[in-house]
Structures are given as structure tokens and as C-alpha cells.
């Protein structure tokens, strides 16, 4: 007799997908935040596997902080390419020209993205996007819900959330409000590596480990490029190095590594004791609190 | 039905190192019963703790004056909240071993109490219920055990912490015990287990205690590992809620239509005969297709599309069954339900939207029958109102049928919610013929 047991990937896989599926039968216009990090990549693999054979039934969107690393465009667009998804590209650095926002003194485009976001959502009418946040990310997140509720101003109040029972999501809105979907909330940083090997998900080449001229900073290493050249009297060393989180280039750590394939970096995954974002993200460091409020401002 | 796809590797089966299935469980337990400190010991002790993460424990421990890092810490962002008297929620914490991953619905225990639980409890395999050795069977344990049932949760693991207090004393866990099966042994608990443990110290958390010898049974880790919930899922009933209609508008797909979802409850197979609901029409199963290619079977949770051999009228929130076994077709509903709106209580004559499976409709509230209290389980029949974290019998009049099942038989098609029209706020959460049973 057949076991009729789902593996944990499958089980996680098909939650995903009955998540998106719900999403597009009940609300107007989503779409899929997508970065061009790995979760974003997993969650428009899913969202493929969602509604095949025919094309993803929303759009993408990219905010474009304009301090990308170009292995991360080219990966993006090989995604748009084979998959026919239409992108929609907001632009940071438009939104700094047009006055929009304003250039923060640390070089971080993390936290001025989020009103270029929240306009372009709202010209294109998107009433729920799609994001790649998961759970495990740190404990600020461990109470999200997989429908969260933002009100007209995109923001989110955590007084104004919904129980989420069995798998029946409630996506009901009033005008101008909208959702954020995070079809990955009960994925770990493992499983989205275990899945990526398990199904070869393309991928920027960054997550894999290669021979990097960094400098180290504050703890950090930081690759030797446009973005982060030599400041004086640093010295630059030649490490076997890869990249866990894909952020602003100009702020994102590399880890050494010599995890040269996605099995290697499974494995070191299993066996690594440090947070994604503790590890890489220069932004993140300053506390759980921030990641609140920049929740609470909208960019999540 | 390749062009849309992403190269993806043969058979994913094959080569995953993520092996094992998955355990939802839900914890319960009055606060300062140790709940966080033995979710933090479960988390340590099965290292999926990161170093930076408890570096901040340790500092923050230390800044507190404690001697050693207090595992709470690692769950407990509620604490900050609890004193700002902010609306606690459930928090889901995720821990894997090589047998399995657990997904933890961690329910604060507070004036939120039955709102949260249930919510927890609601996709939970397993409810794990704290009980402090020196207190006792309390008020609380039998409610989160009552709300364990109700909500259909198969397994009830009782841990009877804080031994290290009274001495790891065989008598002290036996008496727990034997207060606890009689009073469960008048609700309806498939499966019940007692582990003796001191989460503090991590006797039988994931290693046996040598304090306890007289304990022959598992530590708490390798029974949440064995624990065996395959039988657990209804593989009996066939029911597909029709989720989504694939119809790709391209011409390299034309005449594809397939009905997306996720199977409730049965095994489906390509060449089955079926009947889709409500249009009562037959007809077979040509093919159950996933982006991987076509499946021999279907059960659940998996999510599939279903390609049928007739061209049947078929929409979101129809219903594919067999036609030998076919769920309740029904405008009346008879439930137990959980409010959980804080603003406004259900009233008799009250209209609201119901989702059902994937099926949105309006109900009016016919009648309340009665109102349960979660402590006494004594019954109300002249509640005219029910508040926020009450629970009740209530009867529905629904604009269109819906295709049920007893909750019993059948948490995905016996289950549904209530949507305040007005707010759109989820209020409650409903039971379809829930037990009537009481202890
Ligand atoms: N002696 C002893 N103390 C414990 C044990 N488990 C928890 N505690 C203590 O009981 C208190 C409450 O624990 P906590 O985990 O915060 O309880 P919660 O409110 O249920 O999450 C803390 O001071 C813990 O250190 C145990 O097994 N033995």
C-alpha cells in the first residue's frame, strides 16, 4: 500500500501554492514583489508551478533601488524571459529625482524604497503583493500572519489583524486598503535551500561560493567593487567567499564559504549557526525594533 | 506544458535532504507553566538556535541579573506586548530534526485565551498541554483540552513540568495522570500521552532523565518524532473544493481547462468517476496533472488540477466528489462556533458572509442555542449574545448550499468562518455538528 504521506518539502510546497491560487481567485489585482533574492525567486517558481500550464496570471514588480548587482538583473530577466511574466519596474532613483524621498545619509536604499513602493502599487492598483518574508526570518515576524492587513496609507496595524484559521484566508478589503500575502511564512532558511536544490532553481551566482577580492568591515566582508571600493589604508584579501542575502549592493556582506553548489550550500546551511540577517545585512544590524517599524511603515 | 515552466530537476523526490514529513503542533498552558522555557529547550536542544540569536539571550539574561541564559527569551517577544497590554497572537516557531519538521503554533495563555487556541489548534496534528506539578489539574487544563477536541486535534500530549520542584516524585506525576484520564475520558481524545519533564533543567525534553527511572515511556522529542498522524487525514471521503479554473488563454495551451485546488480529504485517481457538486452531473477523471507532470493519485494536502473527461459547467467553490459518497448538501447549518471579534457580539437574526472550503455565501444567524462556558462546559440556553472568545451552538441559514461534512469526520469541509460585512473583519469560527458531548 502506498504511504500517502506528503515529504515536508511537497507538504510546504502545496500550502504555497493553495495560498497564490487563493490570492488570485479572490482579490482584483496582485502582485509579486520580487527582488531577485531567493525567496522572491522561489515564490514566482511556485507561483509557475501554481497555475501551469498557463502563465502567472500577475504581474512582478522590482523596486529598483538602483544599487543592484548586475548578476541579479541578468537572472531576473533570464526569469522574465522563460516564464512570459509581465515586470513592472519602480524606480528608487526616479523617486529621489522626482523628490519623492530623500537620499539617506548611510547610502541605504532600504527604507526609501518603501513609499516608492507603496506608490507604484497604488498607480497600478495592486490591492495584494505578494512578498517573500518568512517567519523564522527573526521574532518580530513569528506572530505575521500569511494575509496581513495594511490600511490606505499601506501601512500595517498590528491592532487590526485577522485570526487565520485552518486554511480559510479572508482577503476581504475595502477600497484603497490592500494585503500582503507571504505565501513562504512557514518555510525556514533550510527548507528554501533544500527546495532550490530539489527543483534547480535558477539563481544569481552570488549565493555560490567563488574567489572574491573583500576588505573587511566592522566584522563584515564586503567584495571589492563599484559599489564598495577600497577606502584608504584598507587591504583587500582574496577569500573563497558567497553571498546569503541579496540586498543593496552597497550594503551587502558576503560570508566565507566554499560552497561552489547547491548541495554544498545546503549542507552548510544545515550546519551554520548564524541568522541570514545577522550575517550580511550592514542595514539590519541596528535591532529587532527596526524591522517593526519599518514593517509598520509599509515595506513589508 | 513545458514553455512556461522553469528547468526543475528530474523526480525532486530523489535527491531531497530535507526528508521526513511535517508536524503541526499547537501548545496550551497557563502562563508561568513554562511553556516558552520549554519551546526554547526544544529549539536549543535540537540546534535550531542560531549563535547570534542567543548571544542576544545571553546578553540580555545577564542584563537582567540571571545566572543563566533564560531560554524563554528565545520565544518570548510577548512579554514586552503582555505588559503593554497589546493583543497577544499566536506565534509559529519552526524546528526540524532528521525524522521530521515541527511547525510550533505557540497560543499565549491569557484573556485572548480561546481565540488563540483555536486558531492553533485548528491545523494542529498534536495539542501539547502544559501542567505545573506542584499546581495540579486545573481550571485551564481542562479547557485547552476541551478546545483540543472541539477542534478536532488527534493527539493530546500532557507534560506535567517543573518535576525538578517536587522532587521528580513518580506519585506526584501519577496522580496528575490519573485526575487528567478521567476527566478526558469524557471528551473525545483519540490519543493521549503523559510525559513527566522539567523543561528547565531538560529532563525527558529531548534526552531521557536519569532523575526519572521510573518512567518507561519516551522523551517528549522522539515521541512529537514517532508520533504517527498519517492515519490521522481522511483518506476515505473524496472532496475537492474547486479552487481555480486554469484555462490558459495561449495558443500553446488552447484547450486546456483544469480545476486547480487542494484535495480535502480521500485519494483521487485518473479514471475515477465523479460527481461535481452543485451541478450533480457525473462524469470521470481524465488526468490530475501538477507543473511536474501527471500524478497516479491525489490525497491530501497536496495541490493538484484535475482535468475531467466531460465538459462540465465547474466554478470556484463547486465541489468534486464520488458519486457513491457525497457530502451533505445543505442552506441550513447546525454548528459550534468561536467568536472572536472584540468590537461587536454575534445577535440572533444577524446577517454575515461565510466561507466554506473555497464557497463564499451569506448566513443569518437563525437561532443560538445555546452558549458554552469553556470552564464549566455548562450550557446557556437563554444567551440572546455571544462575546469575544465565547463559544456556542448556533444554527445558519445560508443564501446557497454548501457541501458539508461533520467537523468530526472532516476538518477541512466541516469547518468554516464567519466575515463581519461590514468591518470585514474574521469573527468566528464555526464547527459543522460539532460534539454535543460534555464532561
Ligand atoms: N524549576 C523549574 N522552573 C521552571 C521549569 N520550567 C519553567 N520554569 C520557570 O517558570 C517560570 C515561567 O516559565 P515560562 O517558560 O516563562 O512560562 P510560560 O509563561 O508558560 O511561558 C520561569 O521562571 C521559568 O524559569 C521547570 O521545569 N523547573
Redesign the interface.
Known sequence: M??????????????S??IM??V??EMERPCLLFSGGKDSIVML?LA?????????PFPIMHVDTGLNFQTVLDCRDR?VD???VQLVIASVQEGIDRGLVQEEPNGSRNRIQTPVLLEAAEKHGFDALFGGGR??EE??R??ERVFSFRDDFGQWD??N????????Y?G???QGESIRVFPL??W?E??IW?YI??????LPDLYLAKEREVVERGGMLYEVNDFTPLKDGETPQVLSTRYRTVGDANLTACVESTATTL?DV??EV?A????ER??TRGDDKVS?AAMEDRKKEGYF | ?T???????SA??A????????LRFATAGSVDDGKSTLIGRLLFDSKSI????LESVEQVSKDRGNDYADLSLL?D?LRAEREQG??I??????F?TPK??F?IA?TPGHTQYT?NM??GA??ADVALILIDARKGVVEQSRRHTFLATLLGVPHVVVCVNKMDLVDYDEQVFERIRAEFTEFASRLRVPDLTFIPVSALAGDNVVTRSENMDWFDGSPLLSHLERLHV?SD?N?VDVRFPV??V?????N??RD?RGY???VASG?MKPGDRVLALPAGLETTIESI????GPVD?A?P???V?VRLADEIDIS?GDMICRPNNVPTVSQDIDAQICW?DEAASLVQGKKY?I??T?RWARAMVKKINYRVDVNTLHRDEEATEIKLNEMARITLRVTKPLFVDPYQQN??TG???L?DEAT???VA?GMIGGPTRSY
Open positions: 502506498k504511504s500517502h504521506v506528503l515529504s515536508q518539502l511537497r507538504s510546504l510546497e502545496a500550502e501554492i493553495h491560487r487563493e488570485v481567485a517558481h509557475v508551478k501554481a497555475f501551469a500550464p498557463a502563465r502567472v526569469w522563460r516564464t512570459g517567519r523564522d521574532k518580530a513569528a506572530k498590528p491592532k489583524q485577522r485570526p487565520e484559521i485552518w486554511n480559510l479572508n476581504r478589503v475595502h511564512s512557514n525556514t533550510l527548507d533544500a536544490e530539489a527543483e534547480n532553481i535558477d548541495r545546503v549542507e544545515a551554520v549557526r548564524l541568522t545577522g550575517a529587532e | 506544458m514553455t512556461t515552466l522553469p528547468e526543475t530537476g525532486p523526490e535527491h531531497e535532504v530535507v526528508s521526513g514529513d511535517l542560531f549563535a547570534d540569536q520565544t517577544g497589546i493583543t497572537d499566536v506565534a509559529y516557531r519552526y526540524a521530521r519538521k511547525i505557540d481565540r483555536v486558531t485548528s491545523t498519517a487525514r483518506l479552487q481555480y486554469i484555462r490558459p488563454q495561449q500553446d495551451a486546456y486547480a485546488g487542494t485519494v496533472d501538477t507543473a511536474d493519485e490525497y494536502p497536496m495541490s488540477t470556484r472572536m458572509a466561507k466554506h473555497t476538518r477541512q469547518a468554516f468562518i466575515v470585514n473583519k474574521t469560527a
